[in-house]
């Protein structure tokens, strides 16, 4: 739904929440299946997760998301369980996982399953789960100069051979930083122009670059088939352009979905890195919504 269509957000709010409790009552998915699989990251229930996770993706199937996309990898281990474990959890609920979030290790050189400590690990644990794309989730304050994006380059095409070899494709995933010059460089430019366009994709988050004022569609045509993924959310229509729910917020989603071949999209999944209501809520909000694109 774009930004123009008027919601009745009483009315809309109403449907959607006994819609959710109906299918965490009754264990049946009382949702419409629309006919694409919509992705959540699960990073967006990092607080549901720790406390029960079985419990959290039977609710996210319940809502009707087919595909998850994963964080928090670390020493051969997503969520606690082993690569075998975890697949047997998503596949019992009618999960994928086709893609999950990493990060350089630069910060935490001990920390293993990252593009610096143990990588071929995490590549073989990715493969072994079933996962098509591993990304490069975030680069932290202190990883943010001129010449760590130097380096950051050198080491994503490198990264991304070792995925090319387990049948991995490698991606980043940008916020509103990459978009702040540095020194007079634009990093997003200087990632998308140093690494090798077959080896390195990327992850558009469509919140993070219409925050920074960058019209996605653009972005596509100035570098077709670059987007395989997309992170979806919308922006609030108000001052301070916080985060909100698919179809309650500013951002024209179909306009986008639209020029979907262009990007050379494969995958999208609903984020939202805070939200402003119980997650489940907002995450069956913007399920609905974009239950009734034109995908």
Same mark, same amino acid.
């Given at each position: 739904? /774009? ?5 009745s ?5 109403k @449907?959607s ?17 629309p006919a694409k699989s919509?992705g959540?990251?699960l990073?967006?229930l990092?607080d549901l ?9 039977k609710k996210?199937?319940?809502?009707g ?11 051969g281990? =997503?969520?606690? #369980? @082993? ?5 047997a ?8 996982? &086709?893609?999950?979030?990493y990060t @350089?290790?630069? @910060?935490?050189?001990?920390m293993?399953?990252t593009l610096t /400590? ?13 996962? #098509?794309?591993?990304v490069?989730a975030?680069l932290?304050?202190? %990883?943010? #100069?001129?010449?760590?994006?130097k380096?950051?380059?050198?080491? +994503?095409?490198k990264?991304a %051979? ?7 494709q +490698?991606?980043?995933? /940008?916020h509103d +930083? %990459? ?11 200087m ?5 090798? $366009? !077959? ?7 469509l919140?993070?670059?219409s925050?920074?004022?960058q019209? &996605?569609?653009?972005l596509?045509? !100035?570098?077709?088939?670059?987007? $395989? ?5 919308d922006?609030?229509k108000t001052?301070?352009?916080e =985060?909100?729910?698919?179809?309650l917020?500013s951002?024209n +989603?179909q306009?986008?979905f639209d020029?979907?071949?262009?990007a ?11 939200c402003?209501?119980? &997650?489940?809520?907002?995450?069956a909000?913007?399920?609905?919504n974009l239950s009734?694109?034109?995908?």
């Amino acid at each position: 739904m /774009n930004g123009s269509q008027k919601i009745s957000r009483k009315n809309f709010l109403k @449907t959607s929440a006994l819609a959710v409790a109906a299918a965490m009552g009754s264990g049946v998915d009382v949702l419409a299946k629309p006919a694409k699989s919509i992705g959540i990251q699960l990073y967006t229930l990092r607080d549901l997760l720790p406390k029960d996770l079985e419990g959290t993706l039977k609710k996210v199937a319940e809502i009707g998301y087919k595909e998850v996309e994963l964080f928090g990898y670390s020493d051969g281990k =997503f969520f606690g #369980k @082993t690569p075998a474990q975890f697949g047997a959890l998503l596949k019992s609920l009618g999960l994928t996982a &086709p893609s999950g979030h990493y990060t @350089t290790g630069n @910060t935490m050189p001990k920390m293993k399953g990252t593009l610096t /400590n143990d990588w071929k690990r995490a590549v073989d644990d990715a493969a072994a789960l079933g996962q #098509k794309y591993m990304v490069c989730a975030y680069l932290f304050p202190e %990883e943010r #100069k001129l010449d760590d994006y130097k380096r950051h380059i050198e080491l +994503f095409n490198k990264s991304a %051979e070792t995925c090319k070899a387990a049948g991995i494709q +490698f991606a980043y995933h /940008n916020h509103d +930083f %990459e978009f702040k010059k540095v020194d007079g460089m634009l990093p997003y430019d200087m990632i998308l122009k140093g690494t090798d $366009p !077959k080896l390195v994709k990327m992850e558009l988050d469509l919140y993070w670059a219409s925050f920074a004022e960058q019209d &996605p569609v653009a972005l596509f045509k !100035k570098h077709p088939g670059r987007f $395989p993924l997309w992170h979806i959310k919308d922006m609030a229509k108000t001052p301070k352009r916080e =985060f909100s729910e698919v179809g309650l917020g500013s951002i024209n +989603f179909q306009r986008i979905f639209d020029a979907k071949k262009t990007a050379g999209m494969t995958h999208y999944f609903v984020e939202q890195d805070v939200c402003q209501r119980p &997650p489940l809520e907002s995450i069956a909000i913007s399920y609905r919504n974009l239950s009734k694109l034109s995908v």
